[in-house]
């Protein structure tokens, strides 16, 4: 167990809906990155947030969005859903403190299928 | 750009040594990471090197990195089928704590 909580597990929606994945982080960790997973794009890097900011950009489309609450979880918020949007998850914590190796620690994903 | 690439691919035979590749292309990265991903769950970390290592033991586990090619490799010595997974390679550096991941390597070990 990583210690990092994903919700939901699974999720089948439908073209042009929206929907929200919530993650909970490590205890103590301050930054929080999604990834999405993909048969044909491999493990791609979204976002992420440092203690409640937004820290880096990665391929993240217009229609999706993502905060981090003072709680430290996140929300990541993907909209006018794509058949292509359908795919794995994950959302990973780490301390953020720049002093450590850098490991992340993965949840064990959400997987969303657009119908 | 940074880029990570792994061959997709690998059957080995139990007992067997297991030899995964990786070559990255971003000189400036700092610690190189394998992590390992089971059937139906997120990506577990295995073992991780740091940019000024040729090599790094851990059990059954080798890292060896070649920092002229850019080419790591992770060894898993007499391979069991509890190691059949998809491993990735991910590379990192100061200043950029978001890895960046290989496409990862699917392991099949045949009993």
């Known amino acids: 167990d990583s210690g990092v909580t994903q919700t939901p597990k699974h999720l089948i929606t439908a073209t042009g809906q929206r929907v929200t994945l919530r993650c909970s982080p490590r205890?103590?960790?301050?930054?929080v990155y999604w990834y999405q997973q993909s048969l044909d794009q491999g493990l791609q890097f979204l976002i992420q947030?440092?203690?409640?900011?937004?820290?880096a950009k990665g391929n993240i489309l217009e229609r999706f969005s993502a905060q981090q609450f003072p709680d430290l979880h996140s929300e990541l918020n993907l909209s006018s859903l794509e058949l292509g949007d359908s795919a794995l998850y994950f959302c990973a914590s780490s301390s953020g403190s720049g002093l450590d190796t850098g490991e992340l620690f993965f949840g064990e994903g959400s997987r969303l299928t657009v119908l | 750009g940074e880029d990570v690439e792994q061959s997709l691919f690998l059957s080995v035979r139990e007992g067997d040594s297991s030899v995964i590749n990786c070559t990255y292309t971003d000189s400036s990265s700092t610690y190189l990471y394998w992590y390992k991903q089971e059937p139906g769950a997120g990506l577990q970390l295995l073992t991780y090197?740091?940019?000024?290592?040729d090599m790094k033991q851990d059990q059954r586990l080798t890292v060896l990195l070649n920092k002229k090619d850019k080419h790591l490799s992770l060894r898993i010595a007499d391979t069991q089928t509890g190691d059949s997974a998809i491993y990735f390679c991910a590379e990192s550096y100061t200043g950029r704590r978001a890895l960046t991941f290989g496409s990862g390597t699917r392991l099949q070990v045949q009993p």
């Open positions: 205890s103590g960790d301050l930054s």
């Open positions: 947030y440092y203690n409640g900011e937004e820290r």
């Open positions: 090197i740091f940019s000024n290592m």
